[in-house]
């Protein structure tokens, strides 16, 4: 067990629907990453948040979105969804802002989203 | 354009022998690389870091090399058990838009045969 948690753990949902993937980070931790998981396309990097600060983004669509909130728990937002969006959506934390000086991160055990 | 390489077909090698995965990457110069497991629907799960100037670091039966000329590491599991079965990816550190970003690769697929 890594320590972080997401829900929901499973999602099915309409295409053009919108929802909300939830995560709570290790305790102590102040970044929050988000990464989705497809099976032509790997781990891509979506977004990080350090502090409730937006501190690096990657390919995010514009129809997703993401905050980290006062209690360090983030939310990933995914509207208008696609069919193309169905994937595995992970979360992961970290102690320190920069994964320049070579922290760790600890995913957690991810959220599957179908879209129909 | 950016790449990061790893064998896209599995691995399949029996007991006790050592397995050796291969991480490559273009136009990047990372600053550290890093190897993650990861077991089918669970998430990545850190295993070793590795710096740039660093040729190879060691964990119980894990080893790393890295070479930044031939951009290239190596992971190996020596004594290899079945329950080393599992995808392994390599991530490496990207500084892009200003900002340090971990890339994974695509993950090699690793199965031990009893």
């Known amino acids: 067990d890594s320590g972080v948690t997401q829900t929901p753990k499973h999602l099915i949902t309409a295409t053009g629907q919108r929802v909300t993937l939830r995560c709570s980070p290790r305790?102590?931790?102040?970044?929050v990453y988000w990464y989705q998981q497809s099976l032509d396309q790997g781990l891509q990097f979506l977004i990080q948040y350090y502090n409730g600060e937006e501190r690096a983004k990657g390919n995010i669509l514009e129809r997703f979105s993401a905050q980290q909130f006062p209690d360090l728990h983030s939310e990933l937002n995914l509207s208008s969804l696609e069919l193309g969006d169905s994937a595995l959506y992970f979360c992961?934390?970290?102690?320190?802002?920069?994964?320049?000086?070579?922290?760790?991160?600890?995913f957690g055990e991810g959220s599957w989203l179908t879209v129909v | 354009s950016q790449k990061i390489e790893q064998n896209s077909e599995a691995l399949n090698i029996q007991e006790g022998k050592t397995a050796t995965l291969t991480c490559n990457y273009t136009?990047?110069?990372?600053?550290?690389l890093q190897w993650y497991r990861q077991d089918p629907g669970r998430g990545p799960v850190f295993l070793l870091l590795?710096?740039?100037?660093?040729k190879e670091k060691r964990k119980e039966r894990l080893k790393v090399t890295f070479d930044t000329t031939l951009k290239q590491s190596l992971f190996h599991i020596t004594a290899s058990q079945p329950a080393d079965s599992a995808t392994y990816l390599c991530?490496?550190?990207?500084?892009?838009?200003?900002?340090?970003?971990?890339?994974f690769g695509a993950g090699t697929r690793l199965a031990v045969h009893p």
């Open positions: 991530a490496l550190l990207s500084f892009s838009g200003g900002y340090n970003k971990l890339i």
């Open positions: 590795i710096r740039e100037n660093e």
């Open positions: 305790s102590g931790d102040l970044s």
């Open positions: 136009n990047y110069s990372p600053a550290y």
């Open positions: 992961a934390s970290s102690v320190r802002g920069s994964t320049g000086s070579g922290n760790t991160i600890y």
